[in-house]
């Protein structure tokens, strides 16, 4: 069976980072890209950026270029999405997401990131 | 980057009618990468349909996708409990991908 499972709810100051955790399925992780979608209630649905974790390169919205970081742990299966420079609107839920050729087919459960002074 | 506007944002029916969502994209959307997605309070989006008219595994029939360059539908006939819920659609040809902003399924 395919899943994803990801790190707990936080919460965060503004200026800090966040990094959000998404465990793949051995299916999942070496025959798939992971991406990261985030949704917060003014915002929508946003794509942050995704990586194929058996080539370790990622690819970023230009929105966030300067503030995040998707990498891979091939060792544990794990795909890690760092977030820089927090602010009270990147509050949201984020997932992770399997990116195949039929487009965002397996979700995570999602983590909540709330950012507050 | 490629906008996608849905169209109603809400649309208020019955179970048995049925539904036409719409979609519309600012550009066209290349090989009609376009999904579907349906999402319940507290739960994450689900895949329905993909590339526009193909229905992702254990999607019923009652629910269909169709379109292309910048206009794209999703169809549900008869409405079961089930189906009232938030759908978005997203485009992935283009980079970055985008998604609308939804339509919520209410009962009415």
């Known amino acids: 069976q395919v899943h994803l499972v990801q790190s707990g709810a936080e919460v965060k100051k503004p200026g800090s980072s966040m990094k959000v955790s998404c465990k793949a399925s051995?299916?999942?992780?070496?025959?798939?890209?992971i991406s990261w979608v985030r949704q917060a209630p003014v915002q929508g649905l946003e794509w942050l950026g995704g990586i194929i974790p058996v080539l370790g390169t990622g690819n970023y919205a230009q929105k966030f270029q300067d503030r995040v970081t998707i990498s891979a742990d091939e060792s544990s299966r794990t795909v890690y999405m760092e977030l820089s420079s927090l602010r009270l609107d990147d509050t949201a839920v984020y997932y992770c997401?399997?990116?195949?050729?039929?487009?965002?087919?397996?979700w995570g459960q999602g983590t909540l990131v709330t950012v507050s002074s | 980057d490629i906008v996608l506007t849905q169209s109603p944002g809400t649309l208020s029916l019955s179970p048995g009618e049925g539904a036409t969502l719409s979609c519309t994209t600012s550009q066209s959307v290349s090989t009609s990468y376009v999904a579907w997605y349906r999402q319940k309070p507290g739960q994450a989006p689900s895949l329905l349909i993909y590339a526009a008219s193909s229905r992702a595994p254990g999607v019923p029939d009652r629910l269909s996708g169709s379109g292309s360059g910048t206009d794209f539908t999703l169809t549900i006939s008869r409405l079961e409990p089930e189906d009232f819920a938030v759908y978005f659609c997203?485009?992935?040809?283009?980079?970055?991908?985008?998604f609308g902003q939804g339509t919520k399924l209410e009962i009415k």
């Open positions: 997203q485009q992935y040809g283009s980079s970055p991908h985008t």
């Open positions: 997401v399997r990116d195949s050729p039929r487009a965002f087919d397996v």
């Open positions: 051995e299916g999942i992780f070496n025959n798939y890209g």
